[in-house]
């Protein structure tokens, strides 16, 4: 049974920051690309970060590039999102999970698994 499992979610500042964590088991983590995606109240979800296999490649959104670094640790099985210099549009909901694909994607659908999600609250 393969689970996702965020933690690091929170009530931050504007201009702080956030470390959020992903937990996988069940799956050959290493084989999966992974991603981070949010969804605020009343908005669609959309792609945060990916990172590649073996944690060579990373990709972001325009919009929190130079302020988000997504990492990964194959030998935990797990992968993270530090999140620096917050803003009140940061605040949504932020799911991890896991693409059976040869490389990054954005797209939502291509992604096999999905953690439960943990909320994230910059106040201005």
């Known amino acids: 049974q393969v689970q996702l499992v965020e933690s690091g979610g929170g009530l931050v500042q504007a201009g702080g920051s956030l470390r959020l964590s992903c937990a996988a088991s069940?799956?050959?983590?290493?084989?999966?690309?992974m991603g981070w995606f949010r969804q605020a109240p009343g908005k669609e979800r959309e792609f945060v970060a990916a990172?590649?296999?073996?944690?060579?490649?990373?990709y972001y959104r325009d919009s929190v590039k130079g302020r988000f670094t997504i990492s990964r640790d194959n030998a935990k099985n797990t992968v993270s999102l530090q999140m620096n210099s917050l803003e009140p549009e940061d605040t949504a909901v932020y799911f991890c999970?896991?693409?059976?694909?040869?490389?990054?994607?954005?797209?939502?659908?291509?992604?096999?698994?999905w953690g439960q999600g943990t909320q994230v609250t910059v106040s201005s």
């Open positions: 999970a896991a693409a059976r694909v040869l490389g990054i994607t954005t797209v939502g659908s291509d992604y096999n698994y």
């Open positions: 069940g799956v050959t983590f290493s084989s999966h690309i």
């Open positions: 990172i590649t296999k073996n944690g060579g490649t990373t």
